[in-house]
């Protein structure tokens, strides 16, 4: 019964590396939706300019 109950704690990861991770996660999230944004107004640019793609 003992052991049972100390199981979890024992398996549980150290807090810091989740929030290394969870940093790491957002900023390619970041780095994602910025860079759909930035193609999506390159390509209404063109669009609305007439610029042949390249």
Do not use: C, N, Q
Request: net charge positive; proline share 7%; glycine share 2%.
């Amino acid at each position: 019964m003992d052991t049972k109950a100390r199981k979890p704690a024992r398996r549980s990861r150290p807090r810091g590396t989740h929030r290394i991770a969870k940093i790491a996660l957002d900023s390619v999230v970041v780095v994602l939706v910025s860079h759909t944004l930035a193609t999506i107004v390159v390509m209404a640019a063109e669009r609305l300019l007439h610029i042949p793609a390249p």
